[in-house]
């Protein structure tokens, strides 16, 4: 028995990048934002650059609200639509039609200090995947991935197609 000859890592690497920036693309708002996508594996980090317009309370000089809450949700739905589109792209299938990501059906946020001048950074972490309806925790850190200025709860309404 003889054993396909694995696909080159440039390949691979590809294929992943350009399924995670065509789920970039589902969303506008995120390049309005600016926010940017690392990806190591199967894991993602968001990451928002740091721009003075993004700055809600001057005196402060803190992120704004708005900006933060929209930060945590691009996270949480990319992310749940990459666990969907993952196993697809390791199975070397290349993904032509980006899933429809999925629709809020609520998010909490809770601002636990504020957000500082300088680039934020987000990870998910899905806590109940169904084909339904799914939930995702979401935590924003700027310099300490201990030291979290932001979280959310949110849950989605996953496409039908998925």
Known sequence: MTRATPEPVQV????????????????????????EF????????TVL???ADLVGNPALQAL???ATAAFL????QVV????????????GGAVESVPTLPK????????????????AYARAKITR?????????????????DRPFAMATGHFMMPDHV
């Open 12 to 35: 691979i690497k590809t294929r992943r990048n350009s399924a995670l920036e065509a789920l970039k693309a589902r969303v506008p708002y995120a390049a309005y934002l600016g926010v």
């Open 38 to 45: 690392e990806r190591h594996g199967d894991e993602l980090t």
């Open 49 to 51: 650059p740091f721009r």
């Open 64 to 66: 704004h609200g708005g």
């Open 73 to 76: 949700e691009i996270t949480a």
């Open 80 to 91: 749940l639509s990459w666990s969907v589109i993952w196993p697809l792209v390791e199975a």
């Open 104 to 119: 809020t059906i609520d998010i909490t946020v809770d601002y636990l200090r504020s957000g500082l001048p300088r680039d």
């Open 129 to 145: 995947a169904g084909r339904r309806f799914s939930s995702v925790h979401v935590q924003a850190w700027q310099d300490n991935v």
